[in-house]
């Protein structure tokens, strides 16, 4: 499965926490849950029928804006970092049941980039179709 969310990302993540000093709790911030809204919203027409059960192979491509002197695919070393995106972005796939649980992901390759077309690619492979494509093709000798 694979499929782009054309969309401005978001920058806030779920690293973004706040305190409350009465109850000392804490929660997400205004702008993370903002982005967990958006991040919802694009992907709700992309649920598969059935959660994933299988180990998963993901690539996520975060495409943002291009500012400044910067060309277009070229890599976007700001502020968020990558690995909050991911969490955030995968918690949401999870909630909104593409798979029972993030821990099923066991391969994922990520960058972030300037883009013309900003947005987010996701392409999710189960190991077994990665066995069956790796199987099918010929290898050259």
């Known amino acids: 499965m694979s499929f782009f969310l054309p969309m401005i990302p978001p920058k806030a993540t779920a690293q973004e926490k706040q305190i409350n000093w009465k109850t000392h ?3 997400l911030s205004p702008a993370a849950k903002d982005a967990r809204a958006k991040l919802r919203a694009h992907l ?3 649920v598969p029928p059935a959660p994933i059960s299988n180990s998963i192979a993901m690539e996520i491509g975060w495409s943002f804006p291009i500012s400044g002197n910067h060309k277009d695919i070229e890599p976007y070393a700001q502020k968020p970092d990558l690995d909050n995106l991911n969490k955030a972005l995968l918690d949401v796939m999870q909630e909104l049941q593409f798979f029972n649980d993030d821990k099923q992901v066991a391969l994922l390759t ?4 300037y883009s013309e077309d900003p947005g987010i ?3 999710i492979f189960t ?3 990665v066995n069956k494509y790796e199987s099918d ?3 050259p000798e």
Not at 110 to 113: A, G, H, L, V, W
């Open 110 to 113: 990520t960058y972030k980039q």
């Open 121 to 123: 690619f996701i392409q």
């Open 25 to 27: 709790q804490l929660y």
């Open 44 to 46: 709700a027409n992309h």
């Open 137 to 139: 093709s010929e290898v």
């Open 127 to 129: 190991f077994e179709e």
